[in-house]
Nanobody
Framework: QVQLVESGGGLAQPGGSLGLSCAASGNTFSIFSMDWYRQAPGNQRELVAAITSGGMTNYADSVKGRFTITRDNAKSTVYLQMNSLKPEDTAVYYC??????????????WGQGTQVTVSS
């Protein structure tokens, strides 16, 4: 079992920046792929960024060049740095621990979510 706790959400102005963190419990963090999802009111939850156990990253087209996902396995933490924020980035952001074929990790764990609001 992996427990995920997000932090760092809040209010930012358009064009501003915010950083999210997601700390995982246990000592198996490094074997999972880690994702950030978001869900805006009335919308389906969507994948924002992903990072494999080996450090390969993938981004939604809507955030490419603005968001950066990183991980620190020693701290069992994944980060999402969000720059050049837009009002349409407003959503609840969720951390997710996912299966990773390269490590044979099997998982589907979610954090509780953290609100990000972009508004002037």
């Amino acid at each position: 079992q992996v427990q995920l706790v997000e932090s760092g959400g809040g209010l930012a102005q358009p064009g501003g920046s915010l950083g999210l963190s997601c700390a995982a419990s246990g000592n198996t963090f490094s074997i999972f792929s880690m994702d950030w999802y978001r869900q805006a009111p009335g919308n389906q939850r969507e994948l924002v960024a992903a990072i494999t156990s080996g450090g390969m990253t993938n981004y939604a087209d809507s955030v490419k060049g603005r968001f950066t996902i990183t991980r620190d396995n020693a701290k069992s933490t994944v980060y999402l740095q969000m720059n050049s924020l837009k009002p349409e980035d407003t959503a609840v952001y969720y951390c997710h621990a996912d299966s990773d074929p390269s490590t044979m990790a099997v998982g589907d764990y979610w954090g509780q979510g953290t609100q990000v609001t972009v508004s002037s």
